[in-house]
């Protein structure tokens, strides 16, 4: 990529986030949302095979996107959509990213309910379905947020439900699901959980 191909990217610097090399954002490179000006392209765009590795190959596949189609963008618009797409469910990941953190007075209980719940459970599959259709209308009722039932459906698409699995599993299912979709907040270890809610070998 150079600022012949792409004078907008000339002397932006990428995003580079903390954690394993090479490991994408949680939800992929590629940007999902359109600036305001191209919203009636949303279809096309969502078909769009494209595959970035990077926040400069994604920035420039969106340009290329929408100047194949005749509609004019900022860098910075671009910006003000893929950035907080990145960043806003795993804000540790990107060095000096700040922002206003939801409040959301029933998610530690709702949580702390489906841990319990996964002590010594009939059937565990069926225990962590429960939950995740739970959290799900609770996240998208007005108690929740946009932002949160965004990112939520995100890591949903991405993990499917582990059907057929054993406790274990189903256990660690729920602990990375809280993890990934939390807000501003550091990663709790299973352990950590295990320990709490007195989860013992099955």
Not at 37 to 53: I, V, Y
Request: net charge positive; with cysteine; glycine share 4%.
């Amino acid at each position: 990529m150079s600022c012949a191909t792409h004078p907008e990217l000339c002397g932006s610097k990428e995003l580079v986030l903390r954690g394993p090399i090479a490991m994408p954002p949680a939800s992929g490179w590629k940007i999902l949302s359109l600036p305001e000006n191209a919203s009636h392209l949303a279809a096309a765009w969502a078909r769009h095979p494209g595959r970035p590795d990077n926040s400069k190959s994604a920035w420039a596949e969106m340009f290329d996107f929408l100047k194949s189609n005749g509609v004019p963008v900022r860098l910075s618009e671009v910006k003000a959509i893929s950035i907080p797409q990145w960043c806003d469910p795993e804000p540790f990941r990107c060095k000096g990213y700040k922002r206003t953190k939801e409040f959301l007075p029933w998610a530690k209980a709702m949580w702390e309910k489906a841990n319990a719940d996964m002590v010594a459970p009939a059937d565990p599959v069926a225990t962590l379905i429960r939950h995740v259709i739970l959290l799900t209308k609770k996240i998208n009722s007005r108690a929740g947020c946009n932002r949160c039932a965004e990112r939520w459906a995100v890591w949903l698409k991405a993990h499917p439900l582990p059907m057929g699995s054993d406790l274990a599993t189903c256990r660690r299912y729920l602990v990375d699901a809280h993890n990934h979709t939390r807000e501003g907040q550091e990663p709790t270890p299973y352990e950590t959980v295990a320990a709490k809610f007195f989860w013992t070998t099955p």
